[in-house]
């Protein structure tokens, strides 16, 4: 299966109705109303009520409306999907998870609702969080758990506070646990989102963070402010110095075949199937994210 177009995410609070209402018309791939680490416990209740209110005004356009429940270890998830699933959700973002055990146990809750409400089984999917030392090492089996696992989320500052690393502005430290997770959703065929990037004023950071987790295979970012959801949708696609590269290979290719060649260079570089099955890919992920931005009115 293709892998969906996840540029961005955009992380609504739960409790601010105001933030909901300006999300209405924001142009992020996927939409996801958090009842976790944004809402107070003592609000949480009201926070639930008020995204389970929110979910059927918004009209998809293209994108995903997600919500972030709170940890199975805190006693809340079950009434948090009791309260959210529904023909309006499609996702649920799944935060504290440790290994497969934990996808696993939220696939039947799932199933169970689906069942019960009439809605079509397994249509509901999961994007867990990787923010631990422990769901680290299992990161492949997180992101191969459950067939609803659309994409998996790197969260830095939960794992630098379980892990007992300290965070730098350079994240060098950050490099090992990305790269794992980035290399587990691939080999799982889901999509990596990279961690928040925290200082959301710093536009220029932002982006320097975006093309870094880029480099390591990220197709996606958490985003915590509107401003940043035009930046990553824009990093996250091919530029058009990659596509004029991705053409050039192909021409060359498809010439040097045409000539009964069997080595063709290009620019003092050999040109093989991995090299033109990657600008084909180029352009493929191109089209997907012109139809995305068609969708979503941009």
Request: with cysteine.
């Amino acid at each position: 299966m293709t892998a969906p177009i996840l540029r961005s995410m955009l992380s609504v609070p739960g409790n601010q109705q105001r933030f909901i209402d300006k999300a209405l018309n924001v142009p992020a791939d996927i939409l996801c109303f958090d009842l976790e680490d944004s809402v107070a416990w003592d609000d949480k209740p009201a926070a639930r009520d008020t995204v389970a209110a929110a979910l059927p005004r918004f009209e998809a356009r293209g994108r995903l409306l997600c919500v972030r429940i709170n940890g199975l270890d805190t006693g809340l998830a079950e009434h948090d999907l009791a309260a959210i699933v529904g023909p309006s959700l499609d996702v649920v973002n799944l935060p504290k998870v440790i290994d497969a055990g934990t996808i696993r146990q939220v696939d039947h809750y799932l199933t169970l609702l689906e069942r019960t409400r009439g809605l079509e089984p397994g249509g509901i999917r999961l994007i867990p969080w990787i923010e631990t030392a422990a769901a680290v090492v299992h990161a492949y089996e997180i992101c191969a758990a459950s067939p609803r696992i659309l994409g998996v989320t790197f969260g830095a500052d939960d794992y630098a506070t379980d892990s007992g690393v300290v965070r730098t502005p350079e994240a060098a430290e950050l490099n090992y646990p990305r790269a794992v997770t980035s290399n587990a959703a691939a080999a799982a065929g889901v999509v990596p989102i990279d961690t928040p990037t925290t200082e959301f004023r710093d536009l220029a950071k932002f982006e320097r963070d975006l093309t870094a987790a880029r480099h390591l295979g990220y197709r996606g970012k958490f985003c915590i402010h509107p401003t940043q959801v035009e930046i990553a949708n824009r990093v996250f696609a091919p530029s058009d110095d990659e596509l004029a590269w991705a053409r050039r290979i192909i021409d060359a290719y498809e010439a040097g075949k045409a000539e009964g060649r069997g080595a063709i260079a290009l620019d003092g570089e050999m040109i093989d199937d991995p090299l033109v099955d990657r600008a084909h890919q180029l352009l493929d992920w191109t089209q997907r994210v012109a139809a995305r931005d068609a969708q979503l009115g941009r």
